[in-house]
């Protein structure tokens, strides 16, 4: 797979790569900041602003505390239910 390389990245851009997704997800991430929406496709390179490519890293750690948070409410849930 073919990558950009670095001097062909404008300045205030970055390269984030999606991981893809099921056959079953949608095939493209949309992600609206600022007024400006950006349809990423999964499984491939993309160069975004910088702003995106922060957004993207936020979404992801939001996730990870929402799926730790769940995790917790669960467990709690089991042991009264024992």
Known sequence: ???TKAKDIPDGYEEIRIPRGSDRE???LFIG???VN????KGRVSV???AVADEYRR???AQDLMDERIDEMVARAQEKNI
Not at 38 to 41: D, E, F, Q, R
């Open 48 to 50: 975004v602003p910088k």
């Open 1 to 3: 797979m073919a990558t």
């Open 38 to 41: 950006y349809i990423l496709p």
């Open 33 to 35: 900041l600022n007024g």
């Open 59 to 61: 979404s992801l750690e």
């Open 26 to 28: 949608e095939q493209n």
